[in-house]
C-alpha cells in the first residue's frame, strides 16, 4: 500500500499537485490501478462519469401566457432563470401540482412537487407549475421531469416574506429543460386560470466536463452474488489526497490484487470512484446506471473513504443506527455489515465507535437503492474528543485530519497503524462476504426502490450489458 501511496504522490507531483476529477493527475492514477488489476487477472472497464464545470446565463429569460388573455412578464423582475436551468423554448399548457392556494398560514404548509405521487395526474410535455414549500427544489424538479414535465415555473409559497421572485441554483445540471422561478403573485395567476397556454424561454450555457471510475471483477464467483467494495479515487484540487482518499483507493488495490489469487465463491467487483468530491457524480452516475436486474445482483456495497488520519480513529458506518445519531438506519443487511467490521476490531482488541450513516460518501447511492452497505472511515475534518483519545490515542482538541481537503494532504498526512489494520479489515470483510452471505437477508426485488424515483426510470430500460453503466 505504501508503494501505491508513493505512486499516488508521485502522479500529483508530477501533474500540478493534485488528482482531481477531470485532471491528468486522475487519469494517471486510473491507469496506474487499471494495470496492475489486469496483470492481476481481473476483468477491468471503466463508466463514464460527468459533472458540470461551469454554467451561464446567456439571455434574459421570457415568461407570457399565449392564451386565453395574451400577457407577458418582466425577466428578472416577474420571474428569472433558476441557476443550472437547461436551454429551451416551450409553449404549452401549464398544470398546477398539489399547491396550496391561498397559501397556508406557515412556510412550507405546501409539499407541492416533494412525492412523486404529486404528479400522478400529470400529463407529459405540459409545464409544471410548483409552489415553494418544504422540499429542496432540485427534488420536485427531479419528480417534474421523471414526469415529463417540458418545463418547471417555481413560484414563492405567498406568505409574508415568502412572495418574490429570487436567485437560487438547483445544483444539478442534468434536467436538460427550462427551470424558472416566479413571485407568488405571477404563479398564483397562473394557477388561477386552468388550461392557459403558456411560453417559457430559457438560454443558458451548460459545461460538462467528463471523468471515468474504474471497475474491476473478478473472472470467477457467482455472477448473481456480486459483493461490491469501493473507493473514491479522485482529490480535491487542493491537493494529492494521500488521506483523502489515497488511504482507501490504495487498501482496495492492495486487497483487489491478494484477492486476485483466490478461487471466490461470488463475485467480487471493486469500483474506484471518479469526481466523489464534486458530490457523489461517479457513484451516483453508476447505480443510475444499472438496471433493476443488475442491482438485485449486488449483495452488499463497502465503501472506504480515508481510513489512515493522521489523528485517526476506528469508525464504522452506524449501519444499525444504535447510536441513534443523525440518519437512521441502512436498508437490511447494513446492520450485519456493521457487525461484520465490529467482529474484526473485538478480535484484536482494538477500540471502535459508530459515525452516522449519513450517505455523504459513495455509499449513499447504494442504500438510496435499498442495497445494504457499511464501510471504515477514521476522520476528517472533525476534532478529537477526550475519549476518543482515551480510545485510540492522539491527540483530543485537533482534528482527525488536519491536512483534510488542503496541500498538505501528502505521504506525511498517513497513519501507518490506521492504515495497516484497516486495510486488513477491508481485505477480511471482502474476503468474508467473497465466501458467505449468510448474514446478508435476502432482499425483496424491485419493491425495494419503488421509492427512488431515478432507480425507477432506470428500471424500466432493458438489457443493459452486464457491468455496463450510464
Ligand atoms: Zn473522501
Excluded at 311 to 320: A, E, K, R, T, V
Excluded at 390 to 408: I, R
Aim: aromatic share 10%; net charge negative.
Amino acid at each position: 500500500m505504501t508503494k501505491h501511496l508513493q505512486e499516488f504522490q508521485r502522479i500529483a507531483d508530477a501533474n500540478s499537485g493534485n488528482r482531481a476529477a477531470g485532471t491528468p493527475g486522475y487519469d494517471k492514477s486510473l491507469e496506474y490501478a487499471a494495470q496492475k488489476l489486469r496483470r492481476a487477472g481481473y476483468r477491468v472497464s471503466t463508466t463514464d462519469v460527468e459533472f458540470p464545470t461551469g454554467w451561464a446565463e446567456l439571455a434574459p429569460p421570457e415568461l407570457n401566457v399565449v392564451a386565453p388573455t395574451p400577457k407577458t412578464y418582466t425577466p428578472n423582475v416577474d420571474f428569472l432563470t433558476v441557476g443550472s436551468s437547461g436551454s429551451g423554448d416551450v409553449t404549452a399548457e401549464v398544470q398546477v401540482v398539489d399547491a396550496v392556494l391561498p397559501p397556508g398560514p406557515t412556510p412550507s404548509t405546501s409539499t407541492a412537487g416533494c412525492e412523486a405521487s404529486d404528479f400522478a395526474g400529470f400529463v407529459a410535455g405540459r409545464i409544471a407549475l410548483i409552489q415553494r414549500g418544504t422540499c429542496p427544489y432540485v427534488q420536485k424538479a427531479t419528480n417534474a421531469k421523471a414526469a415529463g414535465a417540458a418545463a418547471v415555473v417555481f413560484f414563492n409559497e405567498g406568505q409574508p416574506g415568502r412572495t418574490e421572485a429570487y436567485n437560487f441554483d438547483i445544483g444539478e445540471w442534468r434536467f436538460g429543460i427550462p427551470i424558472v422561478f416566479a413571485d407568488f403573485a405571477v404563479g398564483n395567476e397562473l394557477a388561477a386560470t386552468p388550461g392557459t397556454q403558456l411560453h417559457v424561454k430559457t438560454s443558458t450555457r451548460v459545461d460538462v466536463g467528463r471523468t471515468k471510475n474504474l471497475i474491476a471483477e473478478t473472472r470467477t464467483g457467482d455472477p448473481n452474488k456480486v459483493v461490491m467494495a469501493g473507493a473514491h479515487l479522485d482529490s480535491v484540487h487542493e491537493g494529492a489526497g494521500i488521506n483523502d482518499n489515497g488511504s482507501g483507493s490504495a487498501g482496495l488495490l492492495e486487497t483487489a490484487l491478494q484477492l486476485a489469487k483466490l478461487p471466490v465463491k461470488h463475485k467480487v467487483r471493486f469500483a474506484w470512484w471518479g469526481a466523489e468530491e464534486l458530490g457523489l457524480l461517479g457513484s451516483n452516475q453508476y447505480v443510475e446506471g444499472l438496471s433493476q436486474a443488475q442491482r438485485d445482483k449486488i449483495k452488499l456495497y463497502l465503501n472506504f473513504d480515508m481510513i489512515g488520519s493522521p489523528n485517526f480513529g476506528y469508525f464504522i458506518y452506524d449501519g444499525d443506527n444504535s447510536d441513534n445519531v443523525g440518519s437512521p438506519a441502512g436498508p437490511p443487511g447494513s446492520a450485519q455489515i456493521e457487525k461484520t467490521f465490529e467482529r474484526f476490531y473485538q478480535k484484536r482488541d482494538l477500540n471502535f465507535r459508530g459515525t452516522d450513516f449519513s450517505g455523504r460518501s459513495d455509499y449513499g447511492p447504494f442504500i438510496e437503492v435499498g442495497i445494504p452497505a457499511g464501510g471504515l472511515f477514521t476522520g476528517a475534518e472533525g476534532i478529537k474528543t477526550p475519549e476518543e483519545a482515551t480510545l485510540f490515542g492522539g491527540t483530543a482538541g485537533q482534528a482527525y485530519d488536519p491536512c483534510y481537503h488542503a496541500a498538505c494532504d501528502g505521504l506525511n498526512n498517513i497513519n501507518a497503524t490506521a492504515l495497516d489494520v484497516n486495510s486488513d479489515a477491508l481485505a477480511w470483510a471482502t474476503a468474508t462476504y467473497a465466501y458467505d452471505l449468510s448474514a446478508i437477508p435476502p432482499r425483496a426485488t424491485a419493491a425495494n426502490t419503488a421509492k427512488s424515483s431515478t432507480a425507477k426510470t432506470a428500471a424500466t430500460q432493458v438489457a443493459v450489458p452486464e457491468g455496463a453503466a450510464s
